[in-house]
């Protein structure tokens, strides 16, 4: 029950393409959705949160989508650039401080000029 | 505001060596996770502090693994008689009090040859 399934395991768009990643969980007492990405070397990085009052949260070029009742969270970014080209992490926890993330397994998205 | 720092970046040791990780939160942070990446998988919960006090260590092998955060210092994080199955990037999060959004260091590199 404290899974969290992300998809696809990996992801080819074009610059200016809309990539989408998927994730579902199961656990309905996680009330906190980060995205995060991780470039190779690096720590992962938050990118953005939702929590499950809203349906959508947008911030730049990446937007969130949340279904509640069928508890699934989607990334997607706009306009994609080979900048963007790393991995990303979705992941869920109880709000509370000191809530332990579990994460997906993650999609590794390459943006081909 | 510094961020989330970690050393060693890399950390190489023989089969029943000794690797101590370290990890100083943010500023302002009193609360420490740790993580676990295998490779080409999603990072696992291993333990959650705050200061003198483990507060969730479910994630946490049941033997060689340790982890404090001192009064004073930085987080560190033991493994005893490294095997080379211990071989894996490890990340340090912090979080304020109240807000629960973690924050990632840069990771330790763990190779046991």
């Known amino acids: 029950q404290q899974q969290v399934k992300q998809s696809p395991q990996s992801l080819i768009v074009q610059k200016g393409g809309i990539p989408i990643i998927n994730c579902a969980y199961e656990?309905?007492?996680?009330?906190?959705f980060p995205w995060y990405q991780q470039f190779p070397g690096k720590g992962p990085a938050l990118l953005i949160a939702i929590r499950p009052d809203v349906s959508e949260k947008k911030e730049g070029r990446f937007t969130i989508s949340f279904n509640k009742s069928a508890k699934q969270f989607s990334l997607h970014i706009m306009d994609s650039q080979p900048g963007d080209s790393a991995t990303y992490f979705c992941?869920?926890?109880?709000?509370?401080?000191?809530?332990?993330?579990?994460f997906g397994e993650g999609t590794q998205l390459t943006v081909n000029p | 505001n510094a961020g989330v720092m970690q050393n060693p970046r890399h950390l190489v040791r023989r089969r029943g060596q000794e690797a101590r990780l370290r990890c100083s939160p943010m500023?302002?942070?009193?609360?420490v996770y740790w993580y676990r990446q295998l490779p080409e998988e999603g990072l696992k919960f291993m333990v959650y502090?705050?200061?003198?006090?483990?507060?969730?260590e479910s994630g946490m092998p049941k033997e060689r693994f340790s982890a404090e955060f001192p009064k004073e210092g930085p987080s560190i994080l033991r493994i005893q008689q490294v095997v080379r199955g211990d071989s894996a990037a490890y990340f340090c999060a912090s979080s304020p009090p109240v807000v629960g959004t973690q924050y990632f260091g840069p990771g330790t590199r763990l190779l046991v040859l």
């Open positions: 992941a869920a926890s109880k709000e509370t401080s000191g809530s332990r993330l579990t």
């Open positions: 500023k302002g942070h009193s609360h």
């Open positions: 502090l705050q200061k003198e006090n483990i507060i969730d």
């Open positions: 656990n309905t007492a996680f009330d906190y």
